[in-house]
């Protein structure tokens, strides 16, 4: 937590003396892998963010759904009585 707040406050000239401490521990040679080294952890770490955010959101929303088929209503006929022709003689 410290070291945070200590790269935070760096000023120019902490900066410089800083960088001249790694440029002697580590060499002129090797500052560009660590460099790029340390540009690819950074893009992983960005890409792993913004899966795990768009994980988050896609179970935030809900799904969607399929709509039901419409079922077609039932229409009953209507009851018409069947002529009884022994009833009703025709003229």
């Known amino acids: 937590m410290y070291l945070l707040g200590f790269i935070n406050n760096l000023s ?3 900066g410089i003396i800083l960088l001249l401490i790694v440029l002697l ?3 002129a040679k090797r500052l560009p892998e660590l460099a790029r ?3 690819s952890a950074i893009n992983e770490f960005n890409k792993a963010k913004e ?3 768009r994980q988050i959101t896609q179970a ?6 399929a709509p039901a088929t419409p079922v077609p209503p ?5 009851v ?3 002529p009884d022709p022994e009833q009703h003689p025709k003229a």
Do not use: Q, R, Y
């Open 12 to 14: 120019g000239f902490d």
């Open 80 to 82: 018409v009585p069947h």
């Open 60 to 65: 935030a929303e809900p799904s969607p759904v």
């Open 51 to 53: 899966d795990v955010h």
């Open 37 to 39: 080294g340390l540009g």
């Open 74 to 78: 039932v229409i009953e006929a209507p």
């Open 25 to 27: 521990l580590f060499g």
